[in-house]
């Protein structure tokens, strides 16, 4: 497509519930990130792809967050037993050979009741 | 490691006045730099970046930004502000590692009085 697309736009979820959200990157563009947006923590990074090698997920801030990536195009981000604090606007930005060229998503905005 | 700091989370202007966001980094490679604006429910829109080319770079929108490695800044600016540039900005800079991260600071949130 023309741009990254998030789905599900909005997500609310009960506490220790499974979610899944979803990134499909820009066609072509090898890189994936998924980055959280939160009140008074700024943006994080969470994980990054790069083709079919293995992920880097140095800032993902627990073992109940996951992500794969399919066939080196969709990402799902999974978040396991979700609490409160996972609450946060979930962004997914792709880029393709040109090293600057980063593109985000509109987000995923979950919701931990 | 890179980081980025944004002074001041909130920015009040007249419209029609300059609009100026500071952006602080530091590097221990020369860095690339990029400003971002997110508008309400959205996600994040490329301003404009800087890639070692010419020091001053013109984005859209009419903002822009000079790169001042004396300085160690990146400061955004736009000679006159409209009411539909309220919104939130970020700088950012590219790490140097295999995943080229971005690394943002804080954000400023840019409020536009009529």
């Known amino acids: 497509g023309a741009g990254v697309s998030q789905s599900p736009s909005n997500k609310v979820t009960e506490k220790g519930k499974d979610v899944e959200l979803r990134c499909d990157p820009i066609?072509?563009?090898?890189?994936l990130y998924w980055y959280r947006q939160s009140l008074g923590q700024g943006l994080e990074f969470l994980i990054y792809?790069?083709?079919?090698?293995?992920?880097?997920k140095s800032g993902l801030p627990s073992d109940r967050f996951s992500a794969e990536r399919t066939g080196g195009s969709v990402s799902t981000l999974t978040i396991q037993r979700t609490q409160q604090e996972d609450s946060a606007v979930y962004l997914c930005?792709?880029?393709?050979?040109?090293?600057?060229?980063?593109?985000f998503g509109s987000g995923t905005r979950l919701t931990v009741v | 490691a890179q980081s980025v700091t944004q002074l001041g989370s909130h920015v009040s202007v007249s419209e029609g006045a300059l609009v100026l966001l500071r952006c602080n980094y530091s590097?221990?490679?020369?860095?690339?730099l990029f400003w971002y604006v997110q508008y309400p429910n959205q996600g994040l829109q490329l301003l404009l970046k800087y890639t070692s080319a010419a020091t001053l770079v013109k984005g859209i929108n009419g903002f822009e930004a000079e790169f001042k490695k004396s300085e160690t800044s990146f400061h955004l600016t736009k000679p006159s502000a409209h009411m539909s540039d309220a919104a939130e900005y970020f700088c950012?800079?590219?790490?140097?590692?295999?995943?080229?991260?971005?690394?943002f600071g804080g954000g400023t949130r840019l409020m536009v009085k009529p």
């Open positions: 066609s072509g563009h090898t890189a």
């Open positions: 950012a800079v590219r790490g140097n590692n295999a995943g080229n991260m971005l690394t």
């Open positions: 792809f790069q083709g079919n090698s293995a992920p880097d």
């Open positions: 930005a792709s880029r393709g050979q040109d090293n600057y060229g980063y593109t």
């Open positions: 590097s221990s490679v020369p860095p690339y």
